[in-house]
């Protein structure tokens, strides 16, 4: 789809019991994105986040430095295939 794009991006530092996943659903909604944001068993957070380029870009600008008790170390992007089955965002368990 045109104007539209799908990433990942995993997020290292102080990620994890700071609300990271909480904040990041909370603008994703906002921004009309969906996805999913999940903990992952390195210490990292990851977002699969998909939308229209302009807020896909927002989130990304926001998920290196996340909300106020966040410390961001390392982001890493990579790009996916668009999935029209996607159609809300959540947080996932594991």
Known sequence: MENTRRIRI??????????????????????????SVRNLANGSVEIEVQGAN???ERLLAWAHH????????KVEVTQLE???TLLSFRIRRG
């Open 10 to 35: 995993e997020v290292s530092g102080l990620v994890q019991g700071v609300f990271f996943r909480a904040a990041t659903e909370q603008l994703a909604v906002s921004l009309g994105l969906v996805g």
């Open 82 to 84: 668009f999935d029209e």
């Open 66 to 73: 996340g909300p106020p008790s966040a410390r961001v170390d």
């Open 54 to 56: 302009d807020p896909v």
